[in-house]
């Protein structure tokens, strides 16, 4: 029963969260508290929060593993599917906005830009990982499935790239993120995940 | 709808300033075959003769109190123009830069003007503020493919130069920025910058008219977050040349090494002419949007000041000199 509304928690919690920086970003939006600029205000919230609960998503696998924390799994979907829409909003921003449909310029900014072809391609990526993201999907395509969506970590490395290459000399937030992505990565080896399992099963025998 | 080339439109007024133009184009031409003549080097009685000629050429025909620049475009308003702001003295946040910045203390204030000239002088900001102030409505470029037009009040660099008189074998200026740790979290932050922020221009470059000392905006004071209290402007380069709060300004012999310059060599020239055809390594430079505007417009080879500056880079391949 205690275990029912613990996992219940954290979905409701995932679901909330996920919801937030959206409402905040509107409530700013129509307040007038984005500054100057409000485009790359918004292009930069909703990037960050794609490319925050992508790393979220793909840490619940590891945390299952390493700490038996089972929960963690029922939120890998929702994580993924909202990672895809903050990416979409991103995306929508971009083109809608940011070059207010002017397709000569945005032709010019995917050839020009490499941080904005890499940032497409992580997108696309995600794209078919989102549609086949229900049950439905998971239950037809067997084994083919999990095989997609490892595909996953492909985005979030596009998707770190992407940050890194747009940001000046000297700027390191994108570097955590990587450092971030890279242990994720490390953890799903297998020689890595015994060890680390290993490691994290004495660890709570220690504290039992 | 066919879109329209902003490049293919030439408003009325800016027409008629051509014509203005064309009647300060035989003093350029001038200068120029001078510049040419002495080979590169600058005597001062170049500096001299150029200061004597320039205080009407190339500046941009707006009259003081215009509400556009000169292309038609109009003004960024104040609050945009005092909230978003590069200075990583303070932060890389641009909109709290602001905050960040409010308490910095620019009263007093000293310039050191010296390196290779006649004349070392140590101004104080009420003796820069004694030279004739006038209101320059600028374009301002960032590298970051962002523009503002700004209305600046300041006076043109080479008034102050030729006050010090550079010396025969001064072929660039080097500015530097107040470097003061206690008042800028910036510099202890980011320790990997190589502080002070430095930045350089070739001396006919200082020279052209264009080139303003600032201590205003809109008719104000600066504040710190714009370089008070006192910064450069050069309008035909990406805005990080345009130094702020200066405490130094040596005439040099050998081209500076800008901060940006030694941060990413291979990303930041000396130059950094506003250039639509040379793109930043990671980045194209052909759109950029303006401050409060959807969309975005093309960027205008030099910023849109061609004509004043394109003399300076004649021969010169702006590929290879970034």
């Known amino acids: 029963m205690i275990g029912t509304i613990k996992r219940n928690s954290l979905q409701i919690l995932t679901h909330i969260g996920a919801w937030i920086p959206l409402v905040v970003g509107l409530w700013d939006l129509f307040q007038g508290n984005l500054g100057p600029d409000p485009i790359r205000e918004t292009t930069l919230r909703t990037g960050k929060t794609a490319l925050t609960l992508l790393m979220l998503s793909l840490a619940t696998t590891p945390l299952n593993t390493l700490f038996k924390f089972k929960q963690a799994l029922k939120v890998r979907r929702p994580l993924g599917v909202y990672s895809f829409m903050y990416a979409s909003i991103h995306f929508a921003i971009f083109i809608g906005v940011d070059y207010f449909f002017n397709f000569e310029q945005i032709v010019d900014a995917l050839f020009e830009k490499r941080y904005a072809i890499v940032g497409l391609s992580a997108g696309l990526i995600l794209l078919p990982l989102a549609i086949t993201s229900t049950k439905g999907w998971q239950r037809r395509m067997k084994k083919n499935w999990k095989r997609l969506h490892r595909f996953a970590y492909a985005a979030g490395a596009l998707a770190v790239i992407h940050y890194i290459w747009l940001v000046k000399q000297g700027v390191w937030e994108p570097w955590i993120w990587a450092g971030v992505l890279s242990l994720l990565f490390l953890l799903r080896l297998p020689q890595v995940k015994r060890v680390a399992s290993d490691v994290s099963r004495r660890v709570s025998l220690v504290f039992r | ?322």
């Open chain 2, 1 to 322: 709808m066919k879109k329209i080339d902003p490049s293919e439109i030439t408003p009325e007024h800016l027409y008629l300033s051509r014509r203005e133009f064309i009647k300060g184009l035989g003093i350029v031409t001038a200068s120029a075959a001078v510049l040419a003549a002495c080979n590169g080097k600058l005597p001062e009685e170049y500096a001299k003769q150029l200061g004597a000629s320039t205080p009407t050429i190339g500046a941009p025909p707006v009259p003081p109190g215009s509400t556009t620049d000169e292309l038609g475009d109009p003004l960024n308003s104040y609050e945009d123009i005092t909230s978003y702001n590069n200075y990583y003295e303070f932060t890389t946040d641009k909109l709290e830069v602001a905050e960040l910045a409010k308490d910095f203390i620019t009263s007093p204030w000293e310039v050191k003007v010296g390196g290779l000239v006649k004349e070392p002088k140590t101004y104080s900001i009420d003796d820069l503020r004694n030279f004739e102030i006038e209101e320059r409505i600028y374009r301002l470029r960032c590298v970051e493919a962002w523009s503002m037009v700004i209305p600046w009040m300041g006076f043109p660099l080479h008034k102050l130069l030729e006050e010090v008189e550079p010396k025969s074998n001064a072929k660039y200026v080097r500015f530097e920025t107040a470097y003061d740790p206690d008042q800028m979290p910036g510099i202890e932050k980011y320790p990997w910058y190589n502080w002070p922020y430095v930045e350089g221009l070739r001396l006919d470059e200082a020279m052209n008219d264009l080139a303003i000392l600032a201590t205003g905006i809109y008719g104000k004071d600066l504040l710190p977050q714009n370089g008070a209290p006192v910064r450069l402007a050069v309008p035909w380069k990406y805005g990080f040349k345009s130094i702020k709060s200066i405490v130094k300004i040596d005439l040099v012999e050998d081209m500076p090494k800008s901060l940006w310059m030694t941060a990413a060599p291979r990303e930041y020239g000396f130059y950094a002419n506003v250039n639509p055809e040379v793109n930043h390594p990671r980045w194209s430079q052909a759109t950029e949007r303006r401050i409060g505007e959807l969309g975005r417009r093309d960027t205008l080879m030099f910023n849109g000041y061609e004509e004043e500056v394109a003399y300076l880079y004649e021969g010169m391949n702006l590929r290879a000199n970034i």
